[in-house]
């Protein structure tokens, strides 16, 4: 095998320490992507237990023996309405918390690399380049 040079080694090693922070990332990633797939899974059961419950204590109301005629025509027809509200609100807020978890999901676990000082007049003089902050 040919004998690397200082300037061979240091791109190694820099390919190598990429290597490992680009599978970190590809795992936790994935780990990330599972995680939030079970959390979107349970606010979606959750969404439908809410409406469930919802809908039967709506009907109970509705449906009481005990209703007159008179409130029971109104029942009737609020009981409609409140129940298309109910299905838009909780299907509104489902969607709302399944978007959240979505775009954390979808943030990079990379860390942005330190900001580089511009070199000052000495650096130039020396033949130095930017430092790290």
Do not use: C, W
């Amino acid at each position: 095998m040919p004998e690397l040079s200082r300037r061979d080694g240091r791109d190694l090693t820099a390919i190598k320490g990429e290597a490992v922070k680009q599978d970190l990332v590809m795992g936790l990633t994935a780990a990330k992507t599972e995680y939030g797939q079970r959390i979107i899974t349970d606010i979606h059961v959750n969404a439908e237990a809410e409406f469930a419950d919802a809908t039967h204590g709506i009907l109970a109301i509705k449906n009481d023996p005990n209703n007159t005629e008179e409130e029971q025509a109104y029942l009737d027809e609020f009981s409609l309405h409140i129940l298309s509200r109910a299905a838009t609100h909780e299907a509104a807020v489902t969607e709302a918390g399944a978007g959240a978890v979505e775009t954390e999901v979808s943030r990079t676990l990379r860390v942005a690399a330190p900001a580089l000082r511009p070199p000052g007049l000495l650096d130039r003089l020396l033949g130095r380049g930017p430092e790290e902050e």
